[in-house]
């Protein structure tokens, strides 16, 4: 038996996109099952979020310091939300989120492309085939 491929998502917006590795998570499903989606970015500090319309649960392993490029799902918000550096409740350079995220997997690129995304802009996010 070989190992399940994990998930991979592209996350697009219009100065640039970045792939991400999912694991294998109740909530990445739930995500996936929801793609592809169209979205609205919001910013919080050097982090982007968006709704994504999907409702689940948070996980016994949510955290709320993660690192850079951790791609998180905040229950509170229905949002998948992506920090790339410190938010304005961060403690030195942590990325502290808004509260316990469920935690989907990381970015493949440099975190610091979602510098480029405004609030306000179009995301579109959709399953990467293999």
């Given at each position: 038996?070989?190992?399940?491929?994990?998930?991979?998502?592209?996350?697009?917006?219009?100065?640039?996109?970045?792939?991400?590795?999912?694991?294998?998570?109740?909530?990445?499903?739930?995500?996936?099952?929801?793609?592809?989606?169209?979205?609205?970015?919001?910013?919080?500090?050097?982090?982007?979020?968006?709704?994504?319309?999907?409702?689940?649960?948070?996980?016994?392993?949510?955290?709320?310091?993660?690192?850079?490029?951790?791609?998180?799902?905040?229950?509170?918000?229905?949002a998948?939300?992506?920090p790339?550096?410190?938010?304005?409740?961060?403690?030195?350079?942590?990325?502290?989120?808004?509260?316990?995220?469920?935690?989907?997997?990381?970015?493949?690129?440099?975190?610091?492309?979602?510098?480029?995304?405004?609030?306000?802009?179009?995301?579109?996010?959709?399953?990467?085939d293999?």
């Open positions: 038996m070989h190992a399940p491929t994990p998930l991979q998502i592209r996350i697009s917006w219009p100065a640039g996109h970045l792939t991400a590795s999912l694991d294998d998570t109740p909530t990445s499903h739930a995500l996936v099952q929801a793609l592809p989606l169209v979205s609205t970015a919001r910013t919080w500090g050097a982090e982007v979020y968006f709704d994504t319309g999907v409702s689940v649960s948070r996980e016994t392993g949510a955290q709320e310091v993660v690192e850079p490029g951790t791609v998180a799902f905040w229950t509170d918000g229905d998948l939300a992506l790339y550096g410190p938010t304005p409740i961060s403690r030195g350079d942590e990325c502290r989120l808004a509260g316990p995220c469920n935690v989907l997997g990381r970015l493949d690129g440099d975190p610091g492309l979602l510098a480029t995304m405004r609030d306000g802009d179009p995301v579109r996010v959709e399953v990467l293999a």
